[in-house]
């Protein structure tokens, strides 16, 4: 008489269906996988009692089972569960087990196109009860991987994914997209709090950096020292890759390592110098960016693109032979830009027909104004807790 776990999941990991033609009991299944376990089975049934009884039990068994534990599970055992079921409904009604393990093919087999998710967790706005600083960081999930796309500059990352119900504790990978304060000012924190965790940063990241402004003094703006010192003794990070050139993080998420610069309007430069005598500029060559293939095409995510945005794109279609980039998001680093480096730029989106943006941190409010008048609701500022899906090509 009360069913329980009823209703659906949206862009679930799996999903089975199966029916009976000789009692005309239809059921689908949809399964939420964490860790390899079953988090969240929902269900809908057109049938009889006993078909709804048996799908309430199922779920009831195998939520929070894992996924080789649930593949077990019998019709026979839900039956028993149940207390038995008539003689008649035994084989016509008693489904559900059969259209759990269906749930449980498909999250296997199409599990190179399962959903993509990215959450910004750090940026320079948030709302309600989420913090704000100057920085980024996009926490971004496929399948049961967690990868940090930078850190912010600080403990404000673990007090913002807490409140957004994101634990860093699962993180699997990090990557830098550089080696400023508030990228990496957070990598202490993300790194006491998980188990084990790839991190993958361009070897200039961990240099001396200073920005110089005229007639004042150096400000320190690298990698926190005490950081830099412990990065490769420190005991939760499983491995430390170096990214000079392209790498795979995981198949199919790529990061750029080095970018070419060669635009003639983007002013890769700026007042950043790797010592206080200000006469080693840092040409920030250690920026890059991250991106995948969606079914919609391709999926830019950015840190500060201090490259060049338009550096950047170019590259990411050379590398991959795509003239379509289906999202950008992250900072842009137009701030200071002049208008007629913000309306190439907005030129260059319009060429690779640009769909989804998302502007973050450093982008700078004129140029903001300026992409959201020409791409209307395509274009969207990320501030800390907005969220978008896609989904693997």
């Not at 329980?4 to 949206?10: M, S, T, W, Y």
């Not at 929902?42 to 078909?51: E, S, T």
């Not at 939520?63 to 079921?85: P, S």
């Not at 950047?312 to 050379?318: K, N």
């Amino acid at each position: 008489m009360s069913p329980r776990n009823v209703g659906e999941i949206e862009g679930a990991d799996g999903t089975g269906q199966i029916g009976s033609v000789e009692c005309g009991d239809i059921l689908k299944v949809w399964i939420r996988v964490s860790n390899e376990h079953l988090a969240d089975i929902k269900y809908k049934v057109m049938g009889c009692p006993a078909a709804v009884a048996v799908c309430s039990m199922m779920s009831e068994l195998a939520i929070g089972m894992h996924m080789d534990q649930a593949c077990e599970l019998t019709d026979e055992q839900i039956a028993d569960a149940l207390g038995g079921l008539p003689e008649n409904k035994l084989h016509c009604s008693n489904l559900a087990a059969t259209a759990l393990h269906e749930a449980i093919l498909d999250y296997v087999l199409n599990g190179a196109k399962r959903e993509v998710s990215a959450t910004v967790v750090v940026d320079d706005t948030a709302s309600g009860h989420l913090a704000s600083e100057h920085g980024l960081s996009l926490w971004i999930e496929n399948g049961e991987r967690r990868l940090l796309l930078d850190t912010g500059q600080s403990h404000i990352i673990q007090e913002n994914c807490q409140a957004l119900g994101l634990d860093l504790r699962e993180v699997n990978a990090v990557v830098l997209s550089h080696g400023h304060y508030d990228h990496t000012g957070g990598l202490q924190t993300v790194l006491d709090s998980a188990s084990e965790v790839d991190v993958y940063l361009h070897p200039k990241s961990v240099e001396p950096k200073f920005a110089c402004h005229d007639n004042q003094p150096c400000r320190n703006i690298g990698m926190p020292s005490p950081m830099t010192e412990n990065l490769q003794k420190h005991n939760h990070i499983r491995n430390l890759v170096w990214t000079e050139k392209p790498t795979d993080i995981y198949p199919g998420f790529t990061v750029t390592g080095a970018i070419p610069r060669h635009t003639d309007f983007e002013d890769t430069g700026g007042p950043f110098f790797l010592d206080t005598d200000r006469k080693q500029p840092d040409t920030l060559i250690d920026d890059q960016a991250l991106f995948f293939e969606s079914d919609k095409g391709l999926v830019v995510m950015i840190g500060c693109a201090h490259a060049g945005i338009v550096n950047t794109l170019d590259y990411i279609a050379e590398l991959t032979g795509k003239k379509h980039i289906h999202a950008v998001l992250g900072g842009l680093h137009l701030s200071s830009a002049s208008n007629e480096r913000i309306e190439r730029t907005i030129n260059t989106f319009h060429g690779y027909d640009v769909r989804q943006i998302g502007l973050a941190h450093c982008t700078g409010s004129r140029a903001v104004a300026k992409f959201k008048k020409v791409f209307g609701d395509k274009c969207f500022s990320c501030s800390v807790g907005t969220r978008m899906t896609f989904k693997e090509s």
